[in-house]
């Protein structure tokens, strides 16, 4: 039995050589942790094997510069600080430019140098295109430039050839300027040709050179000022001349009556303002013409047949005028017939009498006539209505006398009750 000793009142120990029972020793002090008085650690003490451990839990007082701490001391110690004490991303908005650091206490810190850039995408790209752009216009600006050079010396090539030419051409002659109608040479030493060539209204054109066989021909487009109304056939004309007086713009007009009509018609003259005053207007003939320029002449011709009640000898036929409106209306206000003389009957033309013996049943007459209106009351672009207009000039008891137009009195089923068609036409025949 070992006997056990209390090694109090005992403050230092000498010790060569200490052997323990795996057979490790110690020689030296130094490799003993030391112990002060007060259970501190003091000297060169290292922990080779393992870490410290303590189960000391102090109060937040307790813990000073000088305490060793324990995973409690240190949680006590810093538990008032941030928790997300370090940066672990950053982000940068693409449209604002804005960039955004974010911080945990969990994840990989950043570390090293970190780029960022504050402006926008849009910029960046912008910034992109404008180097590519500025690269592009430098090459541009360095092909000009040769361009420019190469125009530069043609310039100056055609400059001479220009010169080379002039003096080849004509010796004589420096300048040449035209005044209508002369044309002016100037030659080296200053001094003036003058060579009438025509033109200002006398002379003749430049092109009088040409003969019959030989002309000279106008090429190109050429603008010339020529009398709208020739004063003989050896002057040219415009179009507007061609068309007024022989185009398809000469107005035409006609009608054509191809059925029979009955009419009543008294005895007398209507008025030009009411032609059909006594029932004689056929309007189933009328026409319209429209002159495009004052100073029309209008041909006027119309044949009419049919037959008479009684005494067709006594019968005669004009044309009444009047002017349309725009909403159709028309006012009658002229008359194309013979002046007044007394009490007398007027017209145009007279109905003939087909057969020697008055007959008034199976025998038609005809009535034509022919009229020029050359009014200066027709006007340009203004609407006038030609009208037949038949006249009795009997007096009773042979008026109202009927009018059996295109056909007969009687009409019977056989050849000898003939039928007919009756027309009129109106075209301008030119401008005077």
Do not use: H
Request: charged share 10%; net charge negative; proline share 3%.
């Amino acid at each position: 039995m070992s006997s056990v000793r209390s090694m109090n009142g005992i403050n230092n120990i000498e010790v060569n050589n200490i052997e323990f029972p795996d057979g490790s020793t110690i020689s030296s002090a130094n490799n003993l942790v030391q112990l002060d008085t007060n259970n501190n650690f003091t000297g060169n003490n290292t922990y080779n094997t393992n870490l410290p451990t303590s189960t000391k839990t102090p109060t937040i007082g307790d813990i000073n510069n000088n305490t060793m701490l324990n995973k409690f001391s240190a949680d006590l110690l810093y538990a008032g600080t941030d928790e997300n004490d370090y940066t672990t991303a950053f982000t940068r908005n693409g449209t604002t430019g804005e960039i955004t650091l974010t911080t945990a206490d969990t994840g990989t810190p950043l570390s090293g140098d970190t780029s960022i850039t504050g402006i926008t995408d849009a910029q960046i790209t912008a910034i992109g295109t404008n180097t590519t752009a500025i690269s592009n216009n430098a090459s541009n600006i360095s092909t000009n430039a040769s361009n420019i050079s190469t125009n530069t010396g043609n310039i100056t090539t055609n400059a001479s050839n220009i010169s080379t030419l002039t003096t080849t051409t004509n010796s004589c002659f420096d300048t040449a300027s035209f005044s209508t109608p002369t044309l002016t040479l100037t030659d080296v030493a200053g001094n003036d040709t003058n060579i009438n060539i025509g033109g200002g209204g006398s002379g003749d054109a430049v092109l009088s050179g040409g003969t019959v066989a030989s002309p000279q021909v106008f090429s190109g487009i050429n603008s010339m000022t020529v009398e709208s109304t020739p004063a003989n056939t050896g002057k040219a004309i415009n179009q507007f001349y061609g068309d007024a007086n022989y185009g398809a713009k000469l107005d035409f007009g006609f009608a054509q009556l191809l059925t029979s009509i009955t009419m009543d018609i008294a005895g007398g003259n209507a008025s030009a303002s009411n032609p059909d005053q006594f029932d004689g207007a056929v309007f189933e003939l009328s026409v319209d013409i429209t002159p495009i320029k004052s100073g029309a002449r209008v041909l006027l011709n119309y044949e009419i047949v049919g037959e008479w009640e009684y005494k067709s000898w006594d019968t005669l036929s004009y044309i009444a005028v009047g002017v349309v409106a725009s909403n159709g209306t028309v006012t009658y206000n002229r008359a194309l017939r013979p002046n007044t003389a007394g009490n007398r009957g007027l017209g145009i033309a007279i109905f003939n009498v087909s057969q020697g013996n008055q007959n008034n049943d199976s025998t038609m007459e005809q009535t034509s006539g022919q009229f020029i209106d050359q009014s200066s009351s027709l006007n340009p672009n203004q609407t006038y209505r030609y009208t037949p207009v038949l006249v009795v000039t009997s007096t009773a008891p042979f008026t109202p006398n009927k009018f059996f137009m295109n056909r007969t009195k009687g009409d019977g089923n056989v050849p000898q009750f003939e039928r007919g068609c009756s027309s009129f036409v109106a075209q301008i025949l030119g401008y005077v």
